[in-house]
């Protein structure tokens, strides 16, 4: 009997932590992308934001390829940074 009560305690303390989790997590906003961290994090690294630079981290939603990365390279901007620079612009 007492094992039966021990077991639902557990069972009832373990059920309210994952309620509380699942609302902490749906209750949480998402992550907006923003250029702005991309052409902040250029700057930090030395490069001049000129309006090429603005544009290519306009379209960082695929920081692995594509758009915002081989724009940033094509500007002279060294791969690995034009790799986080995207991965900025779409966090």
């Given amino acids: 009997m007492l ?3 021990t077991i639902r305690m557990i069972a009832a303390s373990g059920a309210t932590f994952l309620a509380a989790t699942a609302f902490t997590l749906a209750a949480a906003a998402p992550a907006q ?3 702005v961290d991309c052409v902040a994090y250029l700057e930090s690294l030395g490069y001049t934001a000129r ?3 603005e544009a290519a981290c306009s379209g960082g939603e695929n920081p692995f390829g594509g758009g915002c990365t081989d724009a940033l ?3 002279d901007v060294a791969r690995e940074h034009a790799v986080e620079a995207c ?3 779409a966090a």
Wanted: charged share 25%.
């Fill in 3 to 5: 094992m039966h009560k």
């Fill in 33 to 35: 992308a923003d250029p």
């Fill in 87 to 89: 991965r900025r612009a």
């Fill in 73 to 75: 390279s094509s500007l």
């Fill in 51 to 53: 309006q090429q630079v």
